[in-house]
């Protein structure tokens, strides 16, 4: 009888222990947790401030930068590789066996 008392105590002493500890773990994860948060708007307020329109102008300023007067529209012509069939796969070159080619119009 003793004996039965004694293991449902050191069991209750060890579950308690442990969900003591587990309140210490969650303690020093929400800390953990509520520091981060802080640092991550610390950090979100910076970015502002570095992005901002007025920074940005004073630093364009600063370069000697400007609006532009006139805008330019540059084309470039477009090359098209020699031989199309040195990029195809090996797999879908396969594929040509049971499929009917299909034509490529560019």
Known sequence: MIGVLLIAFMSYVVLMSSLTGLSYAVASAERQRETVQMESMRLDYKINALQSDERLSIIAARLGMHEPERF???????????????HVAVLSSLAGMFLPAVEHHR
């Open 72 to 86: 330019a529209v540059v084309r470039v012509p477009q090359q098209r590789p020699e031989n199309d069939r040195s």
